[in-house]
T-cell receptor, first 112, second 109 residues
Framework: KAGVTQTPRYLIKTRGQQVTLSCSPI?????VSWYQQTPGQGLQFLFE???????NKGNFPGRFSGRQFSNSRSEMNVSTLELGDSALYLC???????????FGSGTRLTVV | GIQVEQSPPDLILQEGANSTLRCNFS?????LQWFHQNPWGQLINLFY???GTKQNGRLSATTVATERYSLLYISSSQTTDSGVYFC???????????FGTGTRLQVTL
């Protein structure tokens, strides 16, 4: 079966713009999580959605938001981009509250 | 929150050598996973191993939950094993994966 699909793979944006990233989980997986990876901070949790509800949120400013649709696909949005938002954004899905996570290939965002 | 430490931070091996990567965590965990991050950034799941021992080809992992550590063994290493290996734990209280800082492995010919 298809894995976790993230689009786009690469993105270049200008400071002050906003961006939307997309994640399609493995078919049947209802939980989608987002992580940010930077050289300085490592892998940090952004938020998790389950059945269209945000279940948990990491320590990120309100400029970072997300949502999940009825088909479990998820989007995350970053508004008023800053240079420090440049990172690899990884999405992961799992079937429910138990079990392991499967990650997508990521979206590499560069803010100039 | 829970702390996850990995050692060593860097490892250089010759092809064919064996290695052991370690992951220590500071609190009880519900789940533990080992990932390999490839050069393109994707995290490839190696093991889902909250406790016990599992093997998959040249790789095996052991988690001793009561002593709060996990080990990843790589035998007969190949150049394709190069990359960064992450340990990540999940706790019910945090309800998220907490990652270690990784072990960067380079396998040379």
């Amino acid at each position: 079966k298809a894995g976790v699909t993230q689009t786009p793979r690469y993105l270049i944006k200008t400071r002050g713009q906003q961006v939307t990233l997309s994640c399609s989980p493995i078919s049947g997986h209802r939980s989608v999580s987002w992580y940010q990876q930077t050289p300085g901070q490592g892998l940090q949790f952004l938020f998790e959605y389950f059945s269209e509800t945000q279940r948990n949120k990491g320590n990120f400013p309100g400029r970072f938001s997300g949502r999940q649709f009825s088909n479990s696909r998820s989007e995350m949005n970053v508004s008023t981009l800053e240079l420090g938002d440049s990172a690899l954004y990884l999405c992961a899905s799992r079937w429910d509250s138990s079990g392991g996570y499967t990650f997508g290939s990521g979206t590499r965002l560069t803010v100039v | 929150g829970i702390q996850v430490e990995q050692s060593p931070p860097d490892l250089i091996l010759q092809e064919g050598a064996n290695s052991t990567l370690r992951c220590n965590f500071s609190d009880s965990v519900n789940n533990l996973q080992w990932f390999h991050q490839n050069p393109w950034g994707q995290l490839i799941n190696l093991f889902y191993i909250p406790s016990g021992t599992k093997q998959n080809g040249r790789l095996s992992a052991t988690t001793v939950a009561t002593e709060r550590y996990s080990l990843l063994y790589i035998s007969s290493s190949q150049t394709t094993d190069s990359g960064v290996y992450f340990c990540a734990v999940f706790t019910g209280t945090a309800s998220k994966l907490t990652f270690g800082t990784g072990t960067r492995l380079q396998v040379t010919l």
